[in-house]
């Protein structure tokens, strides 16, 4: 195994695969480098001496500028590296040739089809509160009822409480709604209970009238202030959904109906090199026959927006990028925070520096595809192929979003780790073989043997390979352990 990767012959950073050593040498080209210092593994060493403000170069684009001289063999990090990033930006469409189209494949997959034609990988049944004063009620609805069925005749029974859906107004409000919306529709879900209270913003009569046309057979409601016993008339609404939800069978379903979200979380310096890539060539795989996956993180797409731009359909595709990356910046100005205040200290530790060191790595979960169609926070998928939506980097809020928008599950990849999961499922791939070693729990996939010799191709078929069975019904962690969770945005007052 290489002990160090230069991942673009442009690039003038090398990244260490292992720790290396001070007195180590790198042979770059005919060069020999010789370390100044120790560098931690997914960590930069300089392969040249840098002047003050001349441009680090890593994946073949600047991922910032020194802050001081820097000599060959030291290590690069946030104490000599800068952001090339400062406010808003103009952008100009340069359309590029758009990768072909391949055969459509004649993979299938065992899903659930449901009578409005949509397709589900699971069938479960969710209790879903329109407030946050019965997160009690539903908690005690889904451990009951799990109780009384053991598991049996449906993949799971879950609640999904949540701080919203009353003293919020405007934009906070409607996103309330959206999301719920989305999770009510949800097509993973083979019944569902919404629970109101009664005095809440989000009335249960509206937010029916909200949801447009359902499954009436599927969506049973409950509003808690008027009903006598609320566990009780629970309890019957839900054995009502579970014979429903019980009788259902899986089919065979082309492959080209599958809606993947792509996220990353808790990122290191392998992330761009590793499990970053390998769901880019997935993605690839999924949308050139017809397939749909999802990028959302709009502020880890800041530094590498134009990549995304350049990638756009036609110019209405690309006005819709460059409004949601303009959106998003002036979210921030608006709220007097620095725009480019990114990565995380977790990120700084696993090596990376920048945040355009960072959203280079993020947007490669993207592939080489063209950009079909932008989506705003809480928007419902229309367009096959590549979409953007529009989400924060914050793990559950974008994941939340990515399966309201009608994804079937999200593929999350991590360099740090992290157990959570939404309320689709949660696939974490790892960028590192010891993340996938140590976090048995948490990690369903490891992209890390992508630096010990496996090729992409390789790594690439199997990934696909227990995609598949995930989708036919695998379980994975967070299903597992029950690490289910919904988060949603909120960004005004709350009465």
Same mark, same amino acid.
């Given at each position: 195994?290489? =002990?160090?990767?230069?991942?673009?012959?442009?690039?003038?950073?090398?990244?260490?695969?292992?720790?290396?050593?001070?007195?180590?040498?790198?042979?770059?080209?005919?060069?020999?480098?010789?370390?100044?210092?120790?560098?931690? !593994? *997914?960590?930069?060493?300089?392969?040249?001496?840098?002047?003050?403000?001349?441009?680090?170069?890593?994946?073949?684009?600047?991922? +910032?500028?020194?802050?001081?001289?820097?000599?060959?063999?030291?290590?690069?990090?946030?104490?000599?590296?800068?952001?090339? &990033?400062?406010?808003?930006?103009?952008?100009?469409?340069? #359309?590029?040739?758009?990768?072909?189209?391949?055969? $459509?494949?004649?993979?299938? %997959? =065992?899903?659930?089809?449901? /009578?409005?034609?949509?397709?589900?990988?699971?069938?479960?049944?969710?209790?879903?509160?329109?407030?946050?004063?019965?997160?009690?009620?539903?908690?005690?609805? @889904?451990?009951?009822?799990?109780?009384?069925?053991?598991?049996?005749?449906?993949?799971?029974?879950?609640?999904?409480?949540?701080?919203?859906?009353?003293?919020?107004?405007?934009?906070?409000?409607?996103?309330?709604?959206?999301? &719920?919306?989305?999770?009510?529709?949800?097509?993973?879900?083979?019944?569902?209970?919404?629970?109101?209270?009664?005095?809440?913003?989000?009335?249960?009569?509206?937010?029916?009238?909200?949801?447009?046309?359902?499954?009436?057979?599927?969506?049973?409601?409950?509003?808690?202030?008027?009903?006598?016993?609320?566990?009780?008339?629970?309890?019957?609404?839900?054995?009502?959904?579970?014979?429903?939800?019980? /009788?259902?069978?899986?089919?065979?379903?082309?492959?080209?109906? &599958? /809606?993947?979200?792509?996220?990353?979380?808790?990122?290191? *310096?392998?992330?761009?090199?590793?499990?970053?890539?390998?769901?880019?060539? %997935?993605?690839?795989?999924?949308?050139?026959?017809? +397939?749909?996956?999802?990028?959302?993180?709009?502020?880890?797409?800041?530094?590498?927006?134009?990549?995304?731009?350049?990638?756009?359909?036609? $110019?209405?595709?690309?006005?819709?990028?460059?409004? &949601?990356?303009?959106? %998003?910046?002036?979210?921030?100005?608006?709220?007097?925070?620095?725009?480019?205040?990114?990565?995380?200290?977790?990120?700084?530790?696993?090596?990376?520096?920048?945040?355009?060191?960072?959203?280079?790595?993020?947007?490669?979960?993207?592939?080489?595809?063209?950009?079909?169609?932008?989506?705003?926070?809480?928007?419902?998928? /229309?367009?096959?192929?590549?979409?953007?939506?529009? !989400?924060?980097?914050?793990?559950?809020? @974008?994941?939340?979003?990515?399966? #309201?928008?009608?994804?079937?599950?999200?593929?999350?990849?991590?360099?740090?780790?992290?157990?959570?999961?939404?309320?689709?499922?949660?696939?974490?791939?790892?960028?590192?073989?010891?993340? %996938?070693?140590?976090?048995?729990?948490?990690?369903?996939?490891?992209?890390?043997?992508?630096?010990? *010799?496996?090729?992409?191709?390789?790594?690439? =078929?199997?990934?696909?390979?227990?995609?598949?069975?995930?989708?036919?019904?695998?379980?994975?962690?967070?299903?597992?352990?029950?690490?289910?969770?919904?988060?949603?945005?909120?960004?005004?007052?709350?009465?």
């Amino acid at each position: 195994m290489n =002990k160090y990767i230069q991942i673009n012959a442009a690039d003038n950073v090398a990244v260490a695969i292992v720790p290396l050593l001070s007195g180590d040498k790198l042979r770059i080209d005919d060069r020999e480098i010789t370390l100044l210092e120790d560098i931690p !593994a *997914g960590h930069k060493v300089a392969l040249k001496s840098f002047a003050r403000n001349e441009h680090i170069i890593k994946y073949g684009f600047p991922i +910032g500028h020194a802050s001081q001289t820097i000599p060959e063999g030291t290590w690069i990090n946030e104490k000599n590296i800068k952001s090339n &990033l400062e406010g808003v930006l103009d952008y100009t469409y340069q #359309a590029q040739k758009a990768l072909p189209m391949t055969e $459509k494949c004649d993979i299938t %997959f =065992k899903g659930y089809r449901r /009578k409005n034609d949509d397709v589900g990988i699971r069938n479960e049944i969710w209790i879903i509160p329109t407030v946050g004063c019965v997160n009690g009620v539903i908690n005690q609805l @889904a451990e009951a009822f799990r109780n009384q069925t053991k598991g049996a005749g449906v993949d799971a029974i879950v609640a999904f409480p949540h701080n919203y859906g009353c003293s919020q107004l405007g934009d906070d409000h409607e996103n309330t709604k959206k999301i &719920l919306r989305g999770m009510v529709k949800h097509p993973n879900a083979g019944g569902v209970l919404v629970v109101g209270l009664g005095c809440e913003n989000n009335q249960i009569d509206e937010f029916r009238e909200f949801l447009g046309e359902y499954d009436e057979e599927r969506v049973r409601f409950m509003v808690t202030q008027q009903v006598g016993d609320e566990i009780e008339i629970g309890m019957q609404l839900l054995n009502e959904l579970y014979c429903y939800a019980s /009788k259902d069978k899986r089919t065979d379903i082309p492959l080209s109906e &599958l /809606k993947v979200g792509l996220k990353c979380g808790g990122s290191d *310096g392998f992330s761009g090199i590793t499990a970053n890539p390998l769901l880019g060539a %997935f993605s690839d795989f999924l949308v050139s026959p017809e +397939g749909t996956t999802v990028l959302t993180e709009v502020p880890e797409m800041f530094g590498a927006e134009t990549l995304l731009m350049n990638r756009s359909l036609n $110019k209405a595709v690309f006005d819709k990028v460059v409004h &949601l990356i303009n959106d %998003f910046k002036a979210y921030y100005i608006e709220n007097n925070q620095p725009i480019y205040e990114n990565p995380s200290p977790g990120n700084r530790a696993g090596g990376i520096s920048t945040l355009e060191e960072k959203s280079l790595g993020c947007t490669q979960k993207s592939g080489a595809s063209p950009v079909r169609d932008v989506l705003m926070y809480g928007d419902q998928l /229309k367009v096959k192929g590549l979409n953007l939506l529009s !989400a924060p980097g914050n793990d559950l809020i @974008a994941s939340t979003a990515l399966a #309201a928008c009608g994804c079937h599950l999200v593929l999350f990849t991590t360099g740090r780790g992290t157990p959570f999961g939404t309320f689709v499922p949660t696939v974490k791939i790892s960028t590192n073989s010891n993340l %996938f070693i140590n976090k048995p729990g948490w990690i369903d996939f490891n992209a890390g043997s992508l630096i010990e *010799g496996d090729g992409m191709d390789h790594l690439s =078929k199997r990934f696909i390979d227990y995609i598949i069975e995930v989708i036919n019904g695998r379980p994975v962690n967070n299903e597992i352990k029950n690490y289910r969770e919904i988060s949603i945005f909120k960004t005004g007052v709350t009465l």
